[in-house]
């Protein structure tokens, strides 16, 4: 959903963020979202109870009428009615507390998610008063529910509260755009999809979507994921449950390396947007680990340790699409190097995209797609053993404000028309090389670039008649070049020295 197309959500937030106050945004997050839950299971809860009432010999307070349809029950001190009509009492904070904790005793599958802190002294009651006011909307109930009511403005709080926090927002929420392009991409319609680093939900949210929208079976497909985070495992537990997505994100969270809970899952779909670089996701107690088939990643960067657990997390005609930064696609580390050179050697990699930069809340590094395939031959799509495709969108996108990018639905169709003209999808037409955009390399041309998987090295320069590029603009991506091509050249420095120093010779 493009930030443009909205209206209520947006007044919405405007006015919760009033009553942000001096609250910090990642602990309000959990007061506003913790909320809006609430007010969805009790719309969902009080339609149906007015529905039972209405219903001869039926019983309305029998739990059974509404666990036989997927709505959670709901004790009368956590109904809706009843926080609003105390919150303007000075202990509405325990009052919403004490609702929370009546929803999950009696709704097991809701153990440990939800938040219970609204009673504490320095949460501003007349405020959380306000906001209960605020959201005293319908969400929940059949009409809401069919038009996402609360999907939608529960994305969108996300969004904004990725926003609000900055750099640490991202791990939690990955831009619609992007995530829209990922599906789009590996079109998961039926069959297991997994995320080994979940963050609020998003992918699976949005592979729903897209059965949907495609007039799929909802039931087709399962959802499998993991989260280390465990506030962002409870908002992602209900994300999932107010779409009604039955998902299996393990009994808690847990670190996708270091504890995996599905450890025998091979996935037909992946869909992932690991954290950027990190350097201390403990490699070096995991150098025995059996997913490393390609080779040992280095312990100073998780980068193709995210890759090699999802190549092992692949059904044999399996599909993955993930985010990476761009360092990725050219790191000339000796374990990066190695690895990367098997994965191409073995044709895992199936296409790569680079994006333009400013999409993401939390880093304006521009940032690459990567996408795996087990298996290049399947049945009813084209023969593309020994070929990668590279998609250059750099260029793409619109800014939707100062500071952000996004990807509009003609962006995201012309990338995955290409993809899916060159996987052989008979809809999308036919494909063909496009300078500057895109290009079909042979494994052979990649070996002879030293298996640099970075698109502009292949899709050449588009021609033009004059340099349309403005100053500025030229003056960012030059320098951002040159940085990648300094960093490149230190790590090679500290390569020599490392070695020369191995036998000896330091200096």
């Not at 956590?78 to 325990?94: L, M």
């Amino acid at each position: 959903m493009a930030t443009a197309n909205i209206g209520f959500e947006e007044k919405l937030w405007s006015m919760a963020d009033k009553l942000r106050g001096s609250m910090d945004a990642a602990e309000y997050k959990h007061v506003a979202l913790g909320l809006l839950f609430l007010k969805y299971v009790s719309d969902a809860f009080e339609e149906k109870y007015e529905a039972l009432k209405n219903e001869p010999y039926a019983d309305p307070e029998d739990r059974d009428e509404y666990v036989a349809e997927n709505i959670f029950w709901v004790p009368k001190e956590a109904r809706w009615s009843h926080i609003k009509d105390n919150a303007k009492k000075p202990e509405i904070g325990q009052i919403i507390d004490n609702a929370m904790i009546a929803i999950e005793k009696e709704n097991p599958s809701l153990k440990g998610v939800l938040p219970k802190d609204y009673a504490r002294p320095a949460l501003d009651k007349t405020r959380l008063g306000e906001v209960i006011d605020l959201f005293s909307f319908k969400v929940g109930d059949e009409e809401s529910r069919s038009k996402d009511v609360l999907g939608r403005v529960y994305e969108y709080f996300l969004s904004k509260f990725a926003s609000a926090e900055g750099k640490n927002g991202g791990e939690f929420y990955t831009p619609n755009s992007v995530v829209r392009l990922l599906v789009e991409m590996i079109q998961p319609f039926k069959g297991r999809v997994y995320d080994p680093c979940c963050g609020s939900g998003g992918m699976f949210v949005q592979s729903e979507k897209f059965v949907e929208e495609h007039q799929g079976r909802l039931g087709d497909i399962a959802v499998y994921g993991q989260e280390s985070n465990p506030t962002t495992w409870k908002l992602c537990k209900m994300n999932l449950a107010i779409r009604g997505i039955d998902g299996n994100l393990g009994e808690h969270h847990a670190d996708t390396f270091h504890n995996d809970l599905h450890k025998n899952l091979k996935a037909d779909y992946i869909l992932a947007n690991p954290p950027f670089n990190i350097s201390d996701w403990g490699g070096e107690r995991l150098t025995e680990d059996t997913r490393w088939a390609y080779g040992v990643p280095p312990a100073g960067n998780a980068n193709y340790a995210w890759i090699q657990h999802i190549v092992n997390k692949l059904a044999p005609s399996g599909v993955a699409g993930f985010v990476l930064a761009n360092g990725s696609m050219s790191t000339s580390t000796t374990a990066e190097f190695e690895i990367r050179s098997k994965l191409v050697n073995a044709d895992l990699v199936d296409c790569i995209v680079t994006l333009p930069g400013q999409l993401f809340y939390s880093t304006q590094i521009p940032v690459c797609l990567w996408f795996i395939a087990k298996n290049k031959a399947p049945k009813g799509l084209r023969d593309r053993r020994g070929e990668i495709l590279f998609i250059d969108a750099r260029k793409m996108g619109h800014m939707v404000d100062r500071t952000h990018r996004e990807l509009s639905a003609e962006d995201i169709r012309k990338i995955t028309d290409t993809y899916h003209a060159w996987r052989g999808q008979p809809e999308a037409g036919a494909y063909e090389d496009m300078k500057g955009f895109c290009k079909a390399a042979k494994l052979a041309e990649v070996q002879e670039h030293e298996y640099i998987l970075t698109p502009g090295r292949y899709v050449g320069i588009e021609d033009v008649e004059e340099d349309s590029e403005p100053f500025e603009d030229k003056m960012a991506r030059l320098t951002s070049e040159l940085a990648e091509q300094f960093a490149k050249s230190r790590q090679l420095e500290e390569e020599i020295r490392k070695r020369l120093g191995g036998i000896g010779f330091e200096f």
